[in-house]
């Protein structure tokens, strides 16, 4: 992302993508376990208004506030979509680009188990040529193939 105009256009696309996910939840997956271990789909949904609005609030005032959140935390429009049974073939410019935040800003030191507080796990070992969006997750700390399994 080499001008704010790139950057931009790719948070558009991310919010694009996201508002598709949500267009397809039902209200009986509110209580649905996601990616994310300590959250269900209400929660996880909770989570995302929050951090829209500290947003909006941060492009206004100029500062983040209070509270969780992290830039890219994990691919929240996958987590959604697996958590309620949607298809995960998401946008992979949109991936890519979230992948390459995390690794440049995300140390290991600032990671480590939901337990302990931290929103993003420990990195998951995945094939180099695992889908995209699996090494996000695994990134993130979520194991793409066993969600439920990934020990935090």
């Known amino acids: 992302m080499d001008t704010p105009d790139e950057s931009l256009a790719l948070l558009a696309r991310a919010l694009d993508q996201l508002g598709t996910v949500l267009s397809h939840l039902r209200q009986e997956q509110a209580g649905l376990p996601t990616p994310c271990r300590s959250w269900n789909v209400r929660q996880l949904l909770e989570h995302v208004v929050d951090e829209v609005d500290r947003f909006a609030a941060s492009t206004a005032t100029g500062e983040r ?50 337990s302990a507080g931290h929103q993003i796990g420990a990195e998951i070992t995945v094939p180099d040529d695992a889908p995209l969006y699996d090494r996000l997750a695994a990134f993130c700390g979520r194991n793409p193939f066993n969600w439920f399994d990934e020990g935090k």
């Open 65 to 114: 506030g209070h509270g969780g959140g992290n830039p890219i935390g994990n691919d929240v429009s996958e987590d959604l979509a697996r958590a309620t049974g949607q298809s995960t073939d998401l946008d992979p410019e949109l991936g890519a680009a979230a992948l390459a935040f995390g690794l440049e800003n995300l140390p290991p030191e600032i990671r480590g188990a939901e």
